[in-house]
């Protein structure tokens, strides 16, 4: 289940919430846009009925304000819907730092530096023979994966939102992904077989690209 999917059942993009290590959680306030004088809780409860019909929903709990708790089953999900559909309309880029000085204090130089090494994945990966179909969303639950997820997520929302900090935003899915890109590696170390993780990763590392291009530049360097 992804943000548009959920955004179709309740009205408008839910907000992630928490950092997904354990549980991936979406929030949603919708029963107080839409209670029309009846009880926040009354409606959100409706709401919460009808989103627990549907694969890939886990829970959904409500809070006495009206609030929605959603956890999903498969976070991953919102790879796949990015790197298909592309992600929300960007109405403007923000503006790209400098490239120098090349430090990890440079925003500029570090979302440079997470494209440039997500390229890499993809060259690797087809030299190493990781294969491009087979995606299984499930198989990106390392908490690094995760914290990447967790980002990617909040795509909807802030294209949605009247200032969605893109500059900050693009730092902040780039100093993630370098850390899944030490942590959870998305090609095979050493003698170590191809699996499907590689191929979930490997969509990761698109969807990555293809975010860091649309809210800042196409210009983002390949290499570095």
Known sequence: MTPDQLAELIGAPPVPLGSWAREAVYGSPVAFRTASGRPPREVAEEI????????????????????????????????????????????????????FPRTWDNPGFVVRYAHARAAAVQRWARDLGVPEEGFRPELLDDPHDR??????????????????????????????????????PAVPVGDRPVTGVHTARLWLATAVRTVLVAVLTPELPERL
């Not at 089953?73 to 790197?83: D, F, H, L, S, Y």
């Not at 914290?147 to 693009?170: I, K």
């Not at 899915?173 to 899944?180: E, T, W």
């Open 48 to 99: 919460a009925v009808r989103l627990r019909g549907h694969g890939g929903v886990e829970e959904v709990r409500v809070r006495p304000d009206g609030f929605l708790l959603i956890t999903v089953g498969r976070p991953g999900e919102v790879v796949r819907e990015i790197v298909r559909k592309g992600p929300p309309e960007i109405r403007e880029r923000a503006a790209l730092a400098p490239d």
């Open 147 to 184: 914290a990447v997820l967790r980002l990617l997520a909040e795509l909807p929302t802030r294209a949605a939102g009247r200032d969605p900090a893109w500059e900050s935003y693009a730092g902040q899915l780039a100093l993630a992904y370098h850390d899944a890109h030490e942590h959870a």
